[in-house]
């Protein structure tokens, strides 16, 4: 965001549209923040019920804080693939066609799947912003356009 822009509020961060890279940045970093939120229920929900999901809350946590503190691509896709696994064994313990153990709140793990789905455009958009800002200022493989 420019100088003088005020900051958008959260759930407007959250929905719209990435349109730079410090937009890219702190939608990044709000994300981190919520999969932390993510684990500490994750954890409270563990401890009540099925403490073999705190692997998954553990993994929420940490990976949140290299998003946040990053905007890591490759923190980002790994939650993204172990929200996507713990979501379809939620699903499937719910249908009961699985003996392994799977959460039963399929909301923490829809919401789950799409923090990490977004994280991951947040985080591949903040390095595409990177590379195309640095030629805008002349510097990195810029191209000269065309002469008439």
Same mark, same amino acid.
């Given at each position: 965001?420019? =100088? /003088?822009? !005020?900051?958008? !509020?959260?759930? =407007?961060?959250?929905?719209?549209? @990435? =349109?730079?890279?410090?937009?890219?940045?702190?939608?990044?970093?709000?994300?981190?923040?919520? &999969?932390?939120?993510?684990?500490? @229920? *994750?954890?409270?929900?563990? $401890? #009540?019920?099925?403490?073999?999901?705190?692997?998954?809350?553990?993994?929420?946590?940490?990976?949140?804080?290299?998003?946040?503190?990053?905007?890591?691509? &490759?923190?980002?896709?790994?939650? $993204?693939?172990?929200? /996507? /696994?713990?979501?379809? $064994?939620?699903?499937?313990?719910?249908?009961?066609? %699985?003996?392994?153990?799977?959460?039963?709140?399929?909301?923490?793990?829809?919401?789950?799947?799409? @923090?990490?789905?977004? #994280?991951? *455009?947040?985080?591949?958009?903040?390095?595409?912003?990177?590379? %195309?800002?640095?030629?805008?200022?002349?510097?990195?493989?810029?191209?000269? !356009?065309?002469? =008439?």
């Amino acid at each position: 965001m420019a =100088e /003088g822009t !005020p900051r958008r !509020p959260l759930v =407007e961060r959250l929905f719209a549209p @990435i =349109e730079d890279r410090d937009g890219a940045r702190v939608l990044a970093g709000d994300l981190g923040k919520v &999969l932390l939120i993510v684990a500490v @229920i *994750q954890t409270v929900l563990a $401890l #009540a019920r099925d403490p073999a999901a705190l692997v998954d809350a553990a993994l929420y946590a940490v990976f949140g804080m290299f998003i946040w503190v990053t905007a890591s691509r &490759l923190a980002a896709v790994v939650v $993204l693939f172990v929200a /996507g /696994g713990a979501g379809v $064994l939620t699903v499937l313990a719910l249908l009961g066609s %699985t003996r392994t153990s799977g959460g039963r709140n399929i909301i923490l793990a829809l919401v789950a799947v799409w @923090i990490a789905a977004r #994280a991951v *455009q947040a985080t591949f958009d903040y390095h595409r912003f990177g590379k %195309t800002a640095k030629s805008a200022r002349g510097g990195g493989d810029s191209v000269a !356009p065309p002469r =008439e």
